[in-house]
């Protein structure tokens, strides 16, 4: 049974520090895997896809990346600022076919960017 | 602007008085879900469907049912809510295509439904 985990649960940085939000999971047969950003009240924004066949994405300050055969991916944050501050989520989708559109949630990284 | 729409966005319900969350989205997805998100557990499935008067259970169907009569709504019932469904719930869709809004493997999530049974 496919299982993710975020590592750590919280995490408090000063603005303009680079950082790394760690996700892994424990099943490698995996068809991609997403991060997400989430804020109170507005749902989830997706942030950047791997597919399983890709080592990393990169979108502005985000750059994630992904080693399937460990089981692990991160998300590097460059200079944070305090409009980062938010709940961060990794998914991993386990089928190929993506029939069950179903995507396997760690139960998130809550950063906080002190200004 | 590619939305999907979650109505309530929050609700305080008695125990066994039934309820409909509604969700719609714009963007002509085949695919569309319902989640839940409990402290420590994270978001997990509860229905999908593939499309028009095609749906299947996720890993916590228990106490929930779902209908898919139009592509762009999904909406979830809870025929007897109970204390245990007290959470926080989305809705997602995804496309099939290759490009913009309907791009496959992008997942699109509502703002969420506030639910609290008492």
């Known amino acids: 049974k496919q299982e993710v985990t975020q590592i750590p649960a919280a995490l408090s940085v000063p603005e303009g520090e680079n950082l790394v939000l760690n996700c892994s999971f424990t099943?490698?047969?995996?068809?991609?895997l997403q991060w997400f950003r989430q804020d109170p009240g507005k749902g989830l924004t997706s942030l950047l896809l791997?597919?399983?066949?890709?080592r990393e994405q990169t979108s502005g300050r985000l750059n994630a990346s992904l080693d399937k055969s460990s089981g692990r991916s991160t998300l590097y944050i460059a200079a944070s600022q305090p409009g980062d501050s938010a709940t961060y989520l990794c998914?991993?989708?386990?089928?190929?076919?993506?029939?069950?559109?179903?995507?396997?949630f760690g139960t998130g990284t809550l950063l906080a960017v002190q200004p | 602007e590619a939305q999907v729409t979650q109505n309530p966005r929050y609700l305080i319900t008695v125990t066994g008085k039934k309820l409909t969350v509604t969700c719609s989205q714009n963007?002509?997805?085949?695919?569309m879900s319902w989640y839940r998100q409990d402290p420590g557990l994270g978001l997990r499935q509860i229905y999908y469907?593939?499309?028009?008067?095609?749906?299947d259970k996720g890993d916590v169907p228990e106490g929930y049912k779902v209908s898919r009569k139009e592509k762009r709504n999904f909406p979830l019932i809870l025929e007897s809510p109970s204390p245990n469904q007290t959470s926080l719930y989305f809705c997602?869709?995804?496309?099939?295509?290759?490009?913009?809004?309907?791009?496959?493997?992008?997942?699109?999530f509502g703002a969420g439904t506030r639910l609290s049974v008492l």
């Open positions: 469907s593939m499309n028009v008067e095609v749906t």
């Open positions: 997602a869709s995804r496309g099939i295509g290759t490009g913009g809004p309907r791009a496959k493997n992008i997942q699109y």
């Open positions: 963007m002509n997805h085949e695919y």
């Open positions: 791997i597919q399983s066949s890709q």
């Open positions: 099943d490698s047969a995996i068809y991609n």
């Open positions: 998914a991993v989708r386990p089928d190929l076919s993506g029939a069950t559109n179903k995507l396997i």
